[in-house]
């Protein structure tokens, strides 16, 4: 129930920012700022970070260090090849992508923690009033 609640949250973080790309126009904006590329790196890894995470549940301790490993291996290859050209931003736009997922979740279990243990202690206390 925990995972499904934090999902349906991501869901409505990605819904949020594709109608700002294709509503109001973010789209042709981050065009004009040449971030486009940008925004698909960090999308990308976002998502990468999410899916595999919710396939595989591997901690994101594990996860994080592999997918930072796995763009830095991306563009370290991209520079060997002669029609492709390798460029650190991209890295650090997937790492930042792969970091926001991260800390999304992060937050989110902390949320649920704290919810979880104000809830048990209402319970506690209600249950001392009637017996006490």
Request: charged share 10%.
């Given at each position: ?6 999902f ?10 594709f ?7 973010g789209?042709?904006?981050l ?7 940008k ?12 899916i595999?995470f919710?396939l595989l549940?591997?901690q994101?301790i ?13 563009e ?5 090849l ?11 736009a997937?790492?930042?992508g ?5 800390l ?7 949320l649920i923690q ?14 001392e009033?009637?017996n006490g």
């Amino acid at each position: 129930m925990v995972f499904s609640a934090f999902f349906s949250t991501l869901v409505v973080i990605l819904g949020g920012a594709f109608a700002y790309l294709f509503w109001f126009d973010g789209m042709q904006a981050l065009h004009q700022l040449n971030l486009l590329d940008k925004a698909a790196h960090f999308l990308s890894f976002f998502l990468l970070n999410g899916i595999i995470f919710g396939l595989l549940r591997l901690q994101q301790i594990v996860l994080l260090p592999g997918l930072v490993a796995y763009a830095a291996l991306t563009e370290l290859g991209q520079g060997l090849l002669d029609f492709r050209a390798a460029q650190w931003h991209d890295f650090y736009a997937d790492v930042a992508g792969c970091l926001t997922f991260t800390l999304i979740y992060v937050a989110f279990t902390k949320l649920i923690q704290q919810y979880r243990m104000i809830r048990k202690q209402a319970v506690l206390a209600a249950l001392e009033r009637s017996n006490g």
